[in-house]
């Protein structure tokens, strides 16, 4: 009997189920990669009128907006610089870009635009595009979206329009990078606090409603070491938007589990009282060196 209700433990031990070991942290996969290519390149999508947007019906039009950076020379890749530039789209016909800096869906750096019309039978869902670059010194660059799905390039039946028309066109801000490449976008908060929240929660939008959270997200590159900006070369990173005190930059993951990035963001709310028309935020990066690189990125603020 003994043996019996021995053997009986020794069996019901070997099922106990040990504790489960703490879970790991995520690893740091920064976006788009841990080093620069050749040129870095940067892209948005807008409508005709600069709104920055996501998400298009079939039978619309999509404007790429873009800018490039030859990481060996630092300058900004123009018209004369370029070899080719052009989108590339799934099971459609590669689209080139223009050099058009006084077109209305051009902004500052941005400019090169593009045009697709969609075809109205196009599937809808994500787009997988993808900008590419090459300069006249031989030198490659592209660029794809962050991979979180509501603000990827979207075709949907029901899409999400922009309040309306984007920021006019700042003027260029110079012809040469010395520090690093940046690329800066903003999505619509899914916490406001003075506004109702969009159907869709963090689609691209450069036009917001008072009371609405605006969320900055960046990143890029040093181009002294071709390193991604992060934490291991950046001792500061904030955004300075007029009239407020400046908002710290966070270094962290983003997207759906398993398919998580790492880039800088944060977010703010803005006022009830905040001055309606276009605003420039200042996004700046101090780098361990001493060194700062800044960007400005518009938005339009409406009642």
């Not at 070997?14 to 996969?29: C, G, K, Q, R």
């Not at 809808?124 to 794809?144: E, P, R, Y």
């Not at 003027?171 to 999505?187: F, H, M, Q, R």
Request: proline fraction near 9%; charge should be positive; aromatic fraction near 10%.
């Amino acid at each position: 009997m003994k043996k019996t209700l021995l053997l009986a433990l020794v069996v019901a031990a070997a099922f106990v189920v040990a504790p489960a070991a703490p879970a790991a942290d995520p690893p740091t996969v920064p976006f788009p990669s841990a080093h620069s290519g050749g040129v870095f390149v940067a892209a948005h999508t807008v409508t005709a009128d600069g709104a920055i947007s996501n998400y298009f019906a079939p039978g619309t039009t999509v404007i790429f907006r873009s800018y490039a950076v030859d990481g060996k020379t630092r300058k900004v890749v123009t018209k004369k610089l370029a070899k080719y530039f052009y989108v590339k789209i799934p099971n459609q016909p590669n689209i080139k870009f223009k050099y058009t800096p006084k077109a209305n869906a051009a902004s500052g750096r941005y400019a090169w635009t593009a045009r697709w019309n969609v075809p109205s039978s196009y599937p809808t869902g994500i787009v997988a595009f993808k900008v590419v670059v090459q300069t006249k010194s031989k030198h490659l660059g592209s660029f794809i979206q962050v991979p979180v799905a509501t603000s990827q390039l979207t075709i949907s039946t029901s899409p999400q329009t922009p309040f309306g028309g984007g920021p006019g066109t700042p003027a260029p801000s110079g012809t040469k990078v010395n520090v690093a490449t940046l690329y800066v976008d903003s999505v619509n908060g899914t916490r406001p606090s003075g506004a109702a929240p969009r159907p869709i929660g963090c689609t691209q939008t450069n036009v917001y409603k008072r009371g609405e959270q605006v969320v900055i997200r960046a990143w890029g590159y040093e181009l002294a070491t071709g390193d991604v900006l992060s934490i291991d070369n950046v001792s500061e990173a904030h955004f300075s938007v007029p009239g407020m005190s400046n908002v710290l930059l966070n270094w962290g993951s983003h997207g759906a589990t398993g398919n998580k990035v790492w880039f800088w963001t944060n977010a703010f709310i803005l006022p009830a009282t905040y001055p309606l028309g276009d605003s420039t935020i200042t996004v700046s990066f101090t780098m361990v060196s001493g060194k700062t690189a800044t960007f400005p990125y518009q938005i339009t603020v409406i009642p």
